[in-house]
């Protein structure tokens, strides 16, 4: 019943490896995004996409790539993970309307040693 | 680029009204959100008002804003122990791009 999924919840792991955080809704909304939560509870907007555009924030590496096997999901995959990496990672979805109200995910915390 | 402020902290007795203030810079704004988060949570979408409304009223929560003086307020009646949280203001512009305060967390003392 969860409207906004990601998995997993918890994510340790060592400097240089490459993971992926998955996301899925099934609000069937048609934009989905990525936040990252710093340790001082900053949001900040890393990407927003739905199936005609990619929005990337700018100030993200390039390290950071979503990929979206199908509308429903919007995976995360980080590669050569870096210590300033740790943070929560919120996806996020909604549809484009009047009011594009974004739902929020539980979050993924990433811890890299 | 937008910003979006918010005070770090406020404290108040279970029972009195807790009012959470928030500035935006961003003029384009066209509709501004404040969430929840609860400790090892999400974020929940709390209420949210559109940039040419004044007032939004929904059940304990009243959301003001003034759009002159780009200021956000967020007012909970009777606070309760389980209200206390992080809130944060976000401001959403046309590329649907939500910008976030730093988010206040709010302490209620029995």
């Known amino acids: 019943d969860t409207a906004v999924s990601q998995t997993p919840k918890y994510l340790v792991t060592q400097m240089g490896n490459d993971k992926s955080i998955k996301c899925e809704q099934n609000l069937g909304h048609d934009t989905m995004y990525w936040y990252k939560q710093d340790s001082k509870k900053f949001l900040k907007i890393m990407f927003s996409y739905n199936n005609k555009e990619l929005i990337i924030n700018e100030t993200v590496p390039n390290r950071f790539s979503p990929k979206s096997p199908d509308k429903a999901h919007l995976n995360l995959h980080i590669n050569s993970l870096e210590l300033g990496d740790s943070a929560v990672y919120f996806c996020a979805s909604s549809q484009v309307s009047d009011t594009d109200t974004q739902y929020f995910g539980p979050g993924t915390r990433l811890t890299v040693l | 680029g937008e910003d979006v402020e918010q005070s770090l902290f406020l404290s108040v007795r279970e029972g009195d009204s807790s009012v959470i203030n928030c500035t935006y810079t961003?003029?384009?704004?066209?509709?501004l959100y404040w969430y929840k988060q609860e400790p090892g949570a999400g974020l929940q979408l709390l209420t949210y008002i559109f940039s040419n409304m004044d007032m939004k009223q929904d059940q304990r929560l009243t959301v003001l804003l003034n759009k002159k003086d780009k200021h956000l307020s967020l007012r909970i009646a009777d606070t309760q122990t389980g209200d206390s949280a992080i809130y944060f203001c976000?401001?959403?512009?046309?590329?649907?791009?939500?910008?976030f305060g730093g988010g206040t967390r709010l302490m209620v003392k029995p």
């Open positions: 976000a401001e959403g512009n046309a590329g649907n791009m939500l910008t």
């Open positions: 961003d003029s384009s704004s066209t509709y």
